[in-house]
């Protein structure tokens, strides 16, 4: 087993990576919940036929009484609709301050479950088993919940850190190849902004299988580069925006598929693509070799390098965009491969300047 300790102070928890570790969530959920009686399991439709039951299991022999709550598989599940309806259900299974709320599946589950135990009788305690790799290596680690608005993606939503992550990769064997590509997308992203030598590595290990021979050291790396940042910066008002390295485009390219048509992961693919060509546009990243570097891995993975977005729509996203200021955006480039930094710019100016990877 390998284990990553997150220090937040009285909110530090630890990150569980192991195989089989899926059979053993509820004595481990027990050390930290100590005076929980209920447990509810937030899941979707996908996720439970699969691994429902054996969670129930476990945690019904660490004695805690279960309710399992499985909503529709996909971006739609995480919207206001769906989050009142958790509330109401988990009021009926009789859920009290002292219990607790397990999110099992991928980044949607975790982001609806998450918000769902900030914000349900002020807040409870809250337990992550990501079952997919983006969620293992990305959305499980540094306490952002939120749902989506009508105006676009993650607009409401809070910090609320979770007591635990218990990761078992052996979930990844029943993801299909979109899915885990989707999450190769996360995984490239920590190689791009902090660490050269895993982007390497990545280069010469560009297929799944190979991934999958290496998982835990994938999954402990890209915890680790995230925990160094998130204990800088809890409350993203500085170095974490990095994380964000192309989530800005990557959300427009979202919203103009009205979140079906794009995966997060395939939008965040053609986002960091976008990013890097317009960083070295603009003379911040000075070697070319980069971007096609760039290119080629994310291809390697079946992911794409551009995504036609109507300028409507990515104006709209970058005026929606949680990392403005005002008039100012703080935009995430690279300026070397493995090293990112954040340069804040006129909303006007990071327009005018993707009209010209846009041609528009």
């Known amino acids: 087993m390998k284990t990553l300790h997150i220090d937040l102070g009285p909110r530090s928890?630890?990150?569980q990576i192991a195989p089989g570790l899926l059979d053993r969530v509820g004595e481990e959920i027990r050390k930290v919940c100590p005076k929980a009686k209920r447990i509810a399991i937030v899941t979707d439709t996908n996720v439970e036929p699969l691994y429902g039951a054996r969670v129930e299991d476990s945690l019904e022999h660490a004695g805690f009484d279960t309710g399992l709550f499985t909503g529709p598989a996909g971006e739609g599940?995480?919207?206001?609709?769906?989050?009142?309806?958790?509330?109401?259900?988990?009021?009926?299974?009789?859920?009290?301050?002292?219990?607790?709320?397990?999110?099992?599946?991928?980044?949607?589950?975790g982001d609806l479950a998450g918000f769902a135990a900030a914000t349900i009788l002020r807040g409870v305690d809250f337990i992550q088993i990501p079952t997919t790799l983006l969620a293992q290596v990305d959305s499980s680690v540094g306490?952002?919940?939120?749902?989506?608005l009508v105006a676009g993606k993650n607009l409401a939503g809070c910090f609320w850190q979770p007591r635990a992550v218990l990761m078992d990769p052996d979930t990844l064997n029943t993801?299909?190849?979109?899915?885990?590509?989707?999450?190769?997308?996360?995984?490239?992203?920590?190689?791009c902004i902090a660490d050269k030598d895993?982007?390497?590595?990545?280069?010469?290990?560009?297929?799944?299988?190979?991934?999958?021979?290496?998982?835990?050291?994938?999954?402990?790396?890209?915890?680790?580069?995230?925990?160094?940042?998130?204990?800088?910066d809890e409350l993203d008002t500085g170095n974490r925006m990095l994380?964000?390295?192309?989530?800005?485009?990557?959300?427009?390219y979202e919203l103009a598929g009205n979140y079906e048509k794009w995966t997060h992961g395939q939008a965040v693919s053609a986002g960091m693509c976008a990013a890097i060509q317009?960083?070295?546009?603009?003379?911040?990243?000075?070697?070319?070799?980069?971007?096609?570097?760039l290119m080629d891995l994310l291809e390697a993975f079946g992911l794409p390098t551009h995504i036609d977005c109507p300028w409507e729509t990515m104006v709209k996203a970058v005026g929606l965009d949680k990392k403005n200021q005002g008039e100012d955006i703080t935009m995430i480039?690279?300026?070397?491969?493995?090293?990112?930094?954040?340069?804040?710019?006129?909303?006007d100016a990071v327009l005018e300047n993707l009209e010209a990877v846009y041609g528009q």
């Open 333 to 347: 480039f690279l300026w070397k491969m493995g090293e990112a930094l954040p340069v804040r710019m006129k909303k």
């Open 77 to 109: 599940s995480k919207c206001a609709t769906h989050l009142a309806a958790l509330w109401e259900a988990m009021m009926h299974f009789g859920l009290t301050r002292t219990d607790a709320v397990v999110a099992l599946g991928g980044g949607v589950v």
């Open 278 to 293: 317009l960083g070295f546009g603009l003379g911040i990243m000075e070697e070319d070799e980069g971007v096609q570097a």
């Open 243 to 252: 994380l964000n390295f192309g989530h800005t485009l990557g959300h427009a």
């Open 143 to 148: 306490g952002k919940v939120a749902i989506d």
């Open 175 to 191: 993801l299909d190849d979109k899915t885990f590509a989707d999450g190769m997308a996360e995984v490239i992203k920590y190689g």
């Open 198 to 232: 895993f982007f390497d590595f990545l280069r010469s290990h560009p297929t799944r299988g190979e991934i999958m021979a290496n998982i835990e050291h994938v999954l402990y790396t890209c915890c680790d580069i995230k925990r160094s940042v998130v204990e800088k």
């Open 13 to 15: 928890y630890d990150i």
